[in-house]
């Protein structure tokens, strides 16, 4: 992978341009249709397939998002010519399940997964800018009870067909859409929530699973990287913002502001804690939404457990009145009242389970 070796400086580099293509990809899907800042988002998009599955009975987008199924089948690819598509299990399925479906809440108060985060600062939306902090302090949490010796566990080697299973689950969702048989906007619809044409979002998102994959960017590794010496996938950060910037100025849509920004609100206490457990969280469980949902493409099972953990937790954000209001016309949106005691809860959790997952020495690591 690219750049999870900045010893490689030639790899490296080529992982910067990588990353910049896939902001570009992120921004291309939004000019073909999909909401503002929403080209690729792990949380958003798994809301929005659980509701097309009758799982969401609150108010919520219902529609079918291919770019799931792309960013997988990208990620199986690239794993399928890397290693004959080795499929890995066996680290703690349970507990990533658990720091998925915490994963899942918080990205729907704060109003997108970090990867939306990236994608929203690209966009210039400043209402993201101001927390932000937040999310690089759970991180530098997480890290603290790495030294001191947590460990999610390690996968090891499983049959072939562990690995296959979320693929071609997905797989079958898709054909599942095409047939007419999910709720929600049908293939050939107009009406129903912003979205691109589903074949190009398809084909625009196997790409970039295919860049993702090979990179192995991880916005969780990025924030890791402020505090630390290695800075290569920071910069990667930094080209993923620029190239979903300069994509959108291209296309006429980018909209630097604090107002008038799409799936978003100026309620910063909720937002920063929103974004803090997203960090602690995504070092517990090994990486961010969209990384969970590109290791589950290359045959990770035990990556897939955390992508079911976020799709039922956002699924009981919005049935249980958890998720945030945006902004829109007439309407400043803003934090649900349970957000910030469900952030409370969240933390206690993972505070608990850091604690018990360490050994009390600090570590190498």
């Known amino acids: 992978m690219l750049l999870r070796n900045d010893d490689d400086v030639a790899g490296t580099r080529r992982g910067w341009l990588f990353a910049a293509l896939i902001g570009a990809a992120a921004a291309l899907i939004v000019l073909l249709g999909n909401p503002p800042n929403m080209g690729l988002c792990g949380a958003c998009f798994l809301r929005d397939v659980s509701g097309t599955l009758g799982f969401i009975t609150a108010k919520a987008p219902w529609v079918f998002r291919p770019e799931l199924v792309g960013l997988m089948l990208g990620a199986a690819l690239v794993s399928w010519r890397r290693n004959g598509f080795t499929a890995r299990s066996g680290g703690h399925a349970g507990l990533r399940f658990f720091l998925g479906l915490l994963m899942g809440v918080a990205a729907l108060v704060f109003l997108g997964c970090p990867f939306r985060l990236m994608q929203r600062l690209g966009g210039g939306d400043l209402t993201?800018?101001?927390?932000?902090?937040?999310?690089?302090?759970?991180?530098?949490?997480?890290?603290?009870?790495?030294?001191?010796?947590?460990?999610?566990?390690?996968?090891?080697?499983?049959?072939?067909?562990?690995?296959?299973?979320?693929?071609v689950l997905a797989l079958g969702l898709l054909g599942c859409f095409l047939g007419g048989i999910l709720l929600g906007p049908k293939a050939g619809d107009t009406f129903g929530p912003a979205r691109a044409p589903w074949a190009a979002a398809l084909g625009v998102s196997l790409v970039a699973g295919v860049l993702l994959s090979t990179t192995g960017f991880c916005v969780i590794s990025a924030a890791r990287q402020v505090t630390g010496q290695k800075r290569?996938?920071?910069?990667?950060?930094?080209?993923?913002?620029?190239?979903?910037?300069?994509?959108?100025?291209?296309?006429?849509?980018?909209?630097?502001?604090?107002?008038?920004?799409?799936?978003?609100?100026?309620?910063?206490?909720?937002?920063?804690?929103?974004?803090?457990?997203?960090?602690?969280?995504?070092?517990?469980?090994?990486?961010?939404p969209i990384r969970q949902i590109i290791m589950t493409g290359e045959g990770n099972a035990d990556a897939f457990m955390g992508v079911a953990g976020i799709a039922i937790g956002t699924c009981i954000a919005h049935n249980f009145g958890v998720a945030s209001t945006p902004m829109a016309a007439g309407n400043?949106?803003?934090?649900?009242?349970?957000?910030?005691?469900?952030?409370?809860?969240?933390?206690?959790?993972?505070?608990?389970?850091?604690?018990?997952?360490?050994?009390?020495?600090?570590?190498?690591?």
Request: hydrophobic share 55%.
């Open 128 to 167: 993201a800018l101001l927390p932000m902090p937040a999310l690089v302090l759970g991180v530098q949490v997480g890290m603290y009870f790495e030294r001191r010796g947590w460990s999610i566990g390690k996968t090891s080697p499983a049959p072939r067909a562990v690995g296959l299973v979320a693929p």
């Open 232 to 288: 290569g996938m920071l910069v990667a950060a930094a080209a993923m913002i620029a190239g979903y910037g300069a994509m959108l100025a291209a296309g006429g849509k980018w909209n630097p502001g604090m107002t008038g920004q799409f799936g978003a609100h100026t309620d910063w206490a909720a937002s920063a804690a929103a974004l803090f457990i997203l960090g602690w969280t995504g070092v517990l469980a090994g990486g961010c």
């Open 332 to 365: 400043p949106g803003g934090a649900s009242v349970w957000a910030l005691p469900w952030m409370g809860a969240a933390a206690a959790a993972c505070l608990l389970i850091s604690l018990n997952g360490t050994s009390g020495k600090t570590s190498s690591a």
